[in-house]
């Protein structure tokens, strides 16, 4: 089945550091989602993208879609403490009939 | 805040008893879905709703079972559960199916003593 793998698992920064989480899918995807949970709290929808090769911007926060819609990335520049959370990736491709998530990346600041 | 309310937010229950989870949704969407969420794993899916019939059900086991009486409303009815069960049930919902962005709720904190 499809899996999707996000790296790293844990990132601890410094505040004002950029920070950058990745995204694999064994298989190719249709479109893919990122979302944020906070310590303590559910999952919020940040963004999808759905073109090869589709850059979004959402101020401090760049997400990018691979050529090949098998990968993404999800930077943030300057980190603040309000960007602390987990990030989740998630996509809907080949034989899938659902959105899987990937294991998502823990980010501390440390101010 | 995202329109998507479960009940209750935490619940600790014994393994022989019986409980139900509920979740509403005030946004008007088609699907909503029942996910696990444990300490270091992924968000596991666990039953998709669309249009108030069961398209998904992930292998889940029968001590797990889901109702979908509307659109709006789902419920996750336990009964024999394991300490293994212990969890966040986060239930969500989005437009249709696969391709439209989903609102999570809160989640209920499940713990099975």
């Known amino acids: 089945g499809q899996q999707v793998m996000q790296i790293p698992q844990y990132q601890h920064v410094q505040e004002g550091e950029d920070f950058t989480t990745y995204c694999n899918s064994s298989t190719t995807l249709s479109n893919i989602q990122w979302y944020k949970q906070r310590p303590g709290g559910h999952p919020v929808f940040l963004i999808q993208?759905?073109?090869?090769?589709e850059v979004k911007k959402q101020k401090r926060l760049t997400f990018q879609f691979g050529e090949a819609k098998k990968n993404s990335s999800l930077h943030i520049t300057a980190t603040q403490t309000t960007d602390v959370g987990t990030y989740f990736c998630a996509g809907t491709g080949g034989s899938a009939r659902q959105l899987t998530f990937g294991s998502g990346t823990q980010l501390t600041v440390l101010p | 805040e995202t329109g998507v309310t479960q009940t209750p937010r935490h619940l600790v229950m014994g393994m022989t008893n019986k409980k139900s989870l509920k979740c509403e949704q005030h946004?008007?969407?088609?699907?909503m879905y029942w996910y696990k969420q444990s300490a270091k794993k992924p968000l596991e899916l666990m039953f998709v709703?669309?249009?108030?019939?069961?398209?998904e059900n992930n292998s889940v086991p029968s001590r797990f079972s889901p109702e979908c009486p509307n659109s709006s409303h789902l419920f996750l009815h336990l009964h024999t559960l394991q300490p293994e069960d212990s969890a966040l049930y986060l239930c969500?919902?989005?437009?249709?199916?696969?391709?439209?962005?989903?609102?999570f709720g809160p989640g209920t904190r499940l713990t099975v003593t």
């Open positions: 946004l008007g969407h088609n699907a």
């Open positions: 709703y669309n249009f108030k019939e069961q398209t």
């Open positions: 969500a919902s989005s437009q249709d199916r696969i391709s439209y962005e989903q609102y």
């Open positions: 993208l759905v073109k090869s090769g």
